[in-house]
Every structure is written in structure tokens, then in C-alpha cells.
């Protein structure tokens, strides 16, 4: 029933729309990396239907979770929780998160009581959706990652990797609802006498509740940098630490739905617990250890066009050029004259990152003047880099430029 549901979206125009700005997020992506590193902007057809594959099954894992849990969407408050994120959006981007926009609304609701929403519901809901994106950042957060330069708090220009992934999340989510005992209703599934583990609020005391099944479409995004790391290790972190958040959060609304004087914990706990993740992120990241910095010896390897001749030959992000050739190499101008006297064959010298061990490999080139597609970590001659020092929101950023006009 839910494949079925889910199929229902493909013949809706909303889920094409949701593709085609999944599409250009992953087109604006590689015009920046073509930008920052002058090399050709890569396709972003594979991407995007990579992205909608992975979307697919993270659609059907989290229309299941749905179901057992009982989220009904008549009890979320959905429009609550968009206008609330787009508002907070206007302050940092990072803001519209509905873990955020969920727990404000749940507070609301615990202090005030409103709006008519059913906080383990809100909670349940969002701990659903980030375990969804847990489990897609840990499969697929890694691919695409776009190899950037920052500065790190000393002040070092380093390399390091912008994690940004976007996938269509079609779900099926569920309406409850109470039917005249007198109606005759086909086609309806017998469900044990545990089910749903969060019962139904608004509809207490009814006894003729049915749930049906409603197909909606929504995105995924996640968006991290790695710099102390290669970015299949920071994604697998990355996802440990939000499915811990998620499961902790669906514990806690379901104990609220038994114990409705708790609900504060997840009310609380929602907003806070996803502040602290992002905190531990970004302190292990802009407090640790870069990986990608410039050796002492060689040259560093930040990334690697896909089909180039150094990719072609085995070599990976995080490997150490040594010589070429025979001829050692200690920059990036070295690495430059060299090249001028190899042909379409050469034999390089690097230290492997994964085994550390050092080995030879031939490289072939298809012809002479094919470049090696090589991205090389930040040495002394790089000037430009990304400032991630800063995530102003839209209305900061209007404030600023009116303060920088005044001024």
C-alpha cells in the first residue's frame, strides 16, 4: 500500500517541481566548484537521480516508521510549523529545521494551549524525519562533496570538503479521523491492539477512528563542511549523532503521549538537542586537526575530477604526490614544470592516505595536452576561499547593508 501511495506522486506535477529544485541546487554546486577551481562543470543528471533513488527508499523507510508510530497530519499543526521555519530562516538559515519550528510550537501549546495541535504528535514527526535523514546522510551524504578552501581559527588556509545533499523525501503520511458507525466503509486493515504507539489527541474518546493513507511530498536537505576528516568519515559521525538525537526525541514523544505532563521534555529537548549536535560538529571540525593542510614533503591531494588520469591510476583524496618521474615535488610549481617534460605516460611516486604506505603507479594520459584533473590542497600561492564564519539569514543581511550604506 505504501509503493502504491508513493507511485500516486509520480503523475503529480509538485514532486517534478521538487526534482527540478533538487536539480538546480546541485547545478549551482558544480558552477561552483567549476568557479573556484577553473575546471569543467561537471553533469548534474547523474546526481540528481542518484539523489531521487535514495529518495525513494528513505520515502518508503519513513512512511513505515509513520505508520507504526500513527502520525496523523491533522494534529501537527503543518502549517504552524512551515510559517514558523520560513520566519526563522529570515534570521540564520540554519533555523528552518522543523526541529526548531516543532519545539516552539510544542511550548506553545504546553504553557498556553495553543494552537490545536498534540505535542507527541509534533515530536514524533519530527523525530521521524531526521532518522530519515540520518539514514540518507550515512548512504549517500558523502557523494558530491564539493572541495572548497576556508580559514580554521588560527587562521590557516586549509582544504577541506562543503557537504551539501538534497533529496525528495515522497511519503505516506496518514489522516485519522471518526466515521458514523452506520457507514460502511471497504477495504479496511484490522490493526493490533498496540497500534499506533502515539494515539490519536483530537479524537480521544471516539471510538469509530479509521487512518487513512495520504501521499505527500517533501525534501531533505544537509548541509556540513569536512575539514578534520574525509567526507565519508564526517557523514558516518554526522549521522551517528542525528540518529541518536532521533531516537532519543521518538522515545520521549512516545512516553509524552502516556504521560502527557513530559511532553516538556521533548518540547525542550527538540530545539536544544539539535543545537548540541551542530555544536559538537562544528567544534570537532574548526577545533581539531585539519587533514587537508600542506605536508611537509610532497603535495597533498584535496580531490579528483571523476574519469581523470590520476583517478584512472588509483589515486585518491588525501594522497601525498611525491615525485614524477623521479623528480621530486614540493608545490605546485614544481608540480607544473614537471609536467611539461611528460608525455602521455608517467610514473608517479605519492603516499597512499589509507594504508600510508608509499607506492608507484603508471598514469596514462588519453592524450598529451589532457589535464590530471587535480585538486590540489591550499599552498601559499592560494588567495581566494569560502568564509563559512557566517550563516546571516535574510533579514541580517539587509540590516547590514543598510548599516554599510549609513556608514
Known amino acids: 500500500m505504501i509503493i502504491w501511495n508513493i507511485a500516486t506522486l509520480f503523475a503529480q506535477p509538485i514532486f517534478w517541481i521538487v526534482i527540478g529544485i533538487i536539480w538546480f541546487q546541485f547545478r549551482r554546486m558544480a558552477k561552483m566548484k567549476?568557479?573556484?577551481?577553473?575546471?569543467?562543470?561537471?553533469?548534474?543528471?547523474?546526481?540528481?537521480?542518484?539523489?531521487?533513488?535514495?529518495?525513494?527508499?528513505?520515502?518508503?523507510?519513513?512512511?513505515?516508521?509513520?505508520?507504526v508510530v500513527g502520525i496523523s497530519v491533522l494534529e501537527i499543526g503543518i502549517q504552524y510549523l512551515w510559517l514558523l521555519a520560513i520566519a526563522m530562516m529570515l534570521i540564520n538559515q540554519r533555523f528552518m529545521c522543523f526541529a526548531y519550528a516543532g519545539g516552539i510550537v510544542s511550548l506553545l501549546k504546553y504553557f498556553f494551549g495553543v494552537p490545536a495541535i498534540s505535542i507527541p504528535?509534533?515530536?514524533?514527526?519530527?523525530?521521524v524525519l531526521h532518522l530519515v535523514e540520518a539514514i540518507l546522510i550515512l548512504f549517500s551524504g558523502h557523494l558530491g562533496a564539493i572541495p572548497v578552501y576556508v580559514k580554521d581559527r588560527q587562521g590557516r588556509l586549509v582544504g577541506g570538503f562543503n557537504l551539501q545533499k538534497f533529496w525528495p523525501l515522497p511519503i505516506v503520511a496518514m489522516v485519522a479521523m471518526v466515521i458514523p458507525q452506520s457507514t460502511s466503509v471497504v477495504d479496511i486493515m484490522q490493526m493490533p491492539e498496540w497500534w499506533p504507539l502515539i494515539k490519536s489527541e483530537l479524537l480521544v474518546g471516539e471510538e469509530n477512528i479509521i487512518y487513512m493513507m495520504l501521499p505527500v511530498i517533501a525534501g531533505l536537505g544537509y548541509g556540513d563542511i569536512a575539514l578534520t576528516a574525509k567526507p565519508k568519515e564526517?557523514?558516518?559521525?554526522s549521522a551517528f549523532n542525528l540518529g541518536i538525537f532521533s531516537i532519543i526525541l521518538l522515545g520521549l514523544a512516545i512516553l509524552a503521549a502516556y504521560f502527557p505532563a513530559l511532553s516538556?521534555?521533548?518540547?525542550?529537548?527538540?530545539?536544544?538537542?539539535?543545537?548540541?549536535?551542530?555544536?559538537?560538529?562544528?567544534?570537532?571540525?574548526?577545533?581539531?586537526?585539519?587533514?587537508?593542510?600542506?605536508?611537509?614533503?610532497?603535495?597533498?591531494?584535496?580531490?579528483?575530477?571523476?574519469?581523470?588520469?590520476?583517478?584512472r591510476a588509483g589515486l585518491d583524496s588525501g594522497d601525498i604526490i611525491i615525485s614524477i618521474n623521479g623528480s621530486l615535488i614540493d608545490n605546485s610549481w614544481d608540480l607544473r614544470y614537471i609536467l611539461q617534460f611528460t608525455g602521455k605516460f608517467f610514473e608517479i611516486e605519492y603516499l597512499e592516505d589509507k594504508r600510508k604506505v608509499i607506492k608507484r603507479k603508471l598514469v596514462v594520459k588519453e592524450n598529451i595536452g589532457e589535464a590530471l584533473g587535480l585538486i590540489l590542497v591550499p599552498d601559499g600561492y592560494v588567495q581566494s576561499y569560502l568564509d563559512f564564519s557566517q550563516e546571516l539569514g535574510f533579514t541580517k543581511k539587509i540590516l547590514n547593508k543598510l548599516f554599510r550604506k549609513r556608514a
Open 234 to 237: 564526517k557523514t558516518s559521525y
Open 264 to 311: 516538556i521534555l521533548a518540547a525542550l529537548f527538540s530545539p536544544l538537542g539539535h543545537e548540541l549536535i551542530i555544536y559538537l560538529g562544528r567544534r570537532a571540525e574548526f577545533n581539531g586537526e585539519p587533514k587537508f593542510i600542506n605536508p611537509q614533503q610532497g603535495i597533498m591531494i584535496l580531490d579528483l575530477l571523476p574519469d581523470s588520469p590520476l583517478k
Open 121 to 127: 504528535q509534533v515530536m514524533g514527526l519530527v523525530a
Open 34 to 67: 567549476s568557479k573556484l577551481f577553473n575546471v569543467p562543470e561537471e553533469s548534474v543528471l547523474k546526481p540528481t537521480i542518484i539523489a531521487t533513488l535514495y529518495g525513494l527508499v528513505g520515502g518508503v523507510i519513513g512512511s513505515l516508521i509513520l505508520i
